[in-house]
């Protein structure tokens, strides 16, 4: 079986999967393939110098991005009023800390000369002045980008790379049933689960609660507090956007670890890898002993991975629109 052939198989296992286990499909996902993908795509991205060579103080500035976003998400699921500390902290400012590395990602790989990179930096300093505050900008930067951006609209750019590198019928038709299968979890009915309450707690406890609470806010109008926080299990369209967020985390990281002749991501440093593996295997550890604590301990992880991929994904944005 070639390798687009097999992305498509991959993609239609993915779908079928998360029709039928929506919540506990993500869980696993989530916590046994994320973790090792995290793991192994630092390691990649690292031997790849981030994709950018000549951006050090840019990738400094992200990586530092990725530790106040961590240590404030952290801080905020363990009750700790960073404001104790940092009077004036507001915990919107992890989302303009995302936007701004982001903002040095774009800058990293489309602006060369030092003076348009400040000038950039002074009107993205003036942007989130102006938007601080604006739900969309707060939705759009600090919920989605890190999460269904990142786990679905980035894996349809670098699929639609693929098909401009190689136009075959096969990449093509992947990218096709990829939007297909994302289409029908809107269009087709959905009957409720039926879940534990392990499933239901853990997914409290994995904070990707907020996806389906935010979305059933925004088009159902339903606001979630204790005494109705279960409905995201008994909501029908709290279903389909379950099963839409779990197919596209679920094939977001099998396209990844399938992919490995194509990207080589390990042929990287033996050690690196090997110890990637081992931190692998502990995370898995903490997160059998206890599943909030392995949340919590493989957030920066997970944050530093999506926002020091932001100049791979800005590169694959300057392919697409190159002539």
């Not at 909501?235 to 399938?258: D, G």
């Not at 301990?297 to 944050?303: D, E, H, I, N, P």
Request: aromatic share 18%.
């Amino acid at each position: 079986m070639k390798a687009n052939q097999f992305q498509a198989l991959l993609i239609i296992l993915s779908c079928i999967a998360a029709y039928l286990i929506p919540f506990e499909l993500f869980l696993f996902s989530y916590v046994v393939l994320g973790s090792l993908h995290y793991l192994t795509e630092l390691a990649w991205l690292h031997e790849k110098k981030y994709f950018t060579s000549s951006a050090k103080p840019e990738l400094i500035t992200i990586f530092i991005c990725a530790i106040i976003v961590s240590v404030s998400y952290v801080c905020y699921r363990l009750g700790f009023d960073v404001r104790s500390v940092l009077p004036f902290w507001n915990a919107q400012y992890s989302t303009h800390f995302i936007f701004l590395a982001f903002a040095l990602s774009f800058s990293a790989i489309f602006i060369k000369k030092r003076k348009d990179k400040i000038i950039l930096l002074i009107i993205v300093v003036i942007g989130v002045y102006l938007l601080r505050n604006q739900f969309y900008y707060l939705l759009l930067i600090g919920l989605l980008l890190p999460t269904l951006i990142h786990v679905f609209v980035f894996t349809g750019i670098f699929m639609l790379v693929g098909i401009k590198k190689n136009p075959s019928f096969w990449a093509k038709a992947c990218f096709i049933i990829f939007i297909v299968c994302s289409i029908s979890f809107w269009l087709i009915p959905v009957s409720l689960p039926t879940l534990s309450e392990k499933i239901k707690s853990n997914y409290f406890l994995s904070g990707f609660d907020m996806l389906n609470k935010v979305f059933i806010a925004l088009f159902d109008g339903t606001v979630f507090n204790e005494e109705n926080k279960e409905l995201i299990f008994e909501s029908s369209f709290s279903i389909k956007i379950q099963r839409f967020v779990a197919f596209a985390y679920t094939y977001h990281y099998l396209n990844w670890f399938s992919k490995v002749r194509i990207i080589a991501w390990h042929k990287v440093n033996k050690l690196r890898l090997i110890f990637a593996i081992l931190l692998w295997l502990i995370a898995l550890g903490v997160y059998f002993y206890d599943f909030k604590t392995g949340i919590l301990t493989l957030y920066f992880l997970s944050m530093l991975h999506v926002l020091m991929e932001f100049p791979l994904n800005m590169q694959s944005f300057q392919i697409l629109i190159k002539k």
